[in-house]
């Protein structure tokens, strides 16, 4: 078992340094010509793409191997989901590439994947047995597929993404380039919390304060990043550690907290240093990279990502979930917090096709509500999971 959790980390590993590759092949693939060079891809679009489905490979080894080792599916944890996630975003990506040809597509997805599966990595990734609610084959099933919807679901964010900051005017300063531009800082803010989690983790840092929890009796509580905000009634039992500047009361979680506050720290920091060096806003940095991709077929792409993801979706996280949810727990709902958000997905992006097909909101504004569409998605990996108790928090 020990030997097989070796590889598969060694797999993942290699995934992940065979995508950072793949996005600079992509970068290099981009031509002054155009993007959408259907079948006639340059070298480096080629190669791009061949490394880019070798890391897919490794990770998808990964996740052979890990199932060998754990005996189950390994998606019954943040690590194991998030890590499943960011490889069904490359899946998708795969997918679609070899629809549309779009280099630049590339140049954006993998840095987004490789984001998701680093977050993945903050995460306790020791094998352990299923608990017993977990012990069904519906766990393959139902999260499988789920997270499969998700990943196609976040190619529409991703062309999304990469209309807007072609098609929004950054010369000047005005309510569209203001949100597009909160959007780039949430996605600095995530790369600024791994680069803090990783170096803490790096120095195995840790300090363990006894407290009073909510139902008013000791605990202990680790922290692997120093304290700002300490527990309710916390007392520092780890020598030369930093001690918290505030100490919350008993209905907050501290440690969670400080998590947040540490990552938009962070995030404040790293943007600021990027504004300071490029004096541009980080959307218009990115925009040289998109000028000349056609906003047609991002917008295709966007729409064509919800017409196959939405369906997937809909099968794993609410069909497949209400039948487990019966067998496990003899209802087929029950406003778990967890099934609320799956719900207010599935309503959004059905509200997008209506929208989409009826309305006619396409371009500029279909490419707001795919931005929107994905941040519900992270809400409710991010949000539900680690804040909003529920059945669901076992994960």
């Known amino acids: 078992m020990s030997e097989l959790a070796g590889i598969s980390s060694a797999l993942l590993y290699a995934a992940f340094i065979l995508y950072l590759v793949g996005t600079f092949l992509f970068g290099g693939s981009i031509r002054q010509k155009g993007l959408r060079d259907g079948d006639q891809l340059n070298r480096w679009g080629k190669l791009a793409i061949t490394v880019t489905i070798i890391g897919f490979i490794a990770q998808l080894g990964y996740f052979i191997t890990r199932w060998a080792a754990a005996g189950h599916a ?3 944890n943040l690590f194991e989901f998030t890590t499943f996630f960011g490889m069904m975003v490359i ?40 608990i017993p609610a977990l012990q069904s084959d519906w766990l393959h099933i139902h999260v499988t597929t789920a997270a499969a919807g998700q990943g196609i679901l976040a190619i529409s964010f991703i062309a999304g993404i990469i209309y807007l900051v072609k098609n929004i005017d950054q010369s000047i300063s005005t309510k569209k380039t203001k949100w597009l531009e909160a959007v780039m800082f949430l996605i600095v803010s995530v790369v600024g919390f791994i680069l803090i989690t990783t170096g803490f983790a790096l120095s195995d840092y840790k300090a363990e304060f006894e407290y009073v929890n909510k139902e008013d009796a000791a605990a202990v509580q680790e922290f692997n990043v120093p304290a700002l905000v300490g527990p309710n009634e916390g007392v520092l039992i780890t020598d030369g550690k930093m001690n918290p500047i505030v100490e919350m009361p008993a209905f907050i979680n501290a440690k969670k907290l400080n998590t947040v506050l540490w990552s938009l720290g962070a995030g404040v920091i790293l943007y600021v240093l990027i504004r300071l060096i490029t004096r541009k806003r980080v959307a218009a940095l990115l925009q040289p990279l998109v000028r000349n991709v056609s906003s047609d077929l991002l917008d295709e792409i966007s729409y064509r990502s919800v017409l196959i993801g939405f369906p997937v979706f809909t099968l794993g996280a609410l069909i497949f979930a209400m039948i487990w949810a019966q067998i496990a727990w003899t209802r087929f709902w029950g406003w778990d917090p967890k099934e609320v958000w799956a719900l207010i997905t599935f309503l959004f992006y059905a509200a997008f096709l209506h929208l989409r097909l009826s309305k006619g909101w396409h371009g500029e504004r279909s490419a707001w509500l795919a931005v929107i569409g994905f941040g519900i998605i992270m809400f409710n990996l991010v949000a539900v999971n680690l804040v909003i108790a529920g059945l669901h928090s076992y994960a």
């Open 91 to 130: 899946g998708a990506f795969i997918l679609i590439f070899f629809i549309y040809k779009t280099a630049v597509l590339g140049l954006f997805a993998l840095p987004i994947a490789i984001i998701i599966i680093a977050y993945a990595s903050m995460f306790p990734r020791e094998i352990s047995p299923l």
């Open 74 to 76: 390994p998606v019954s």
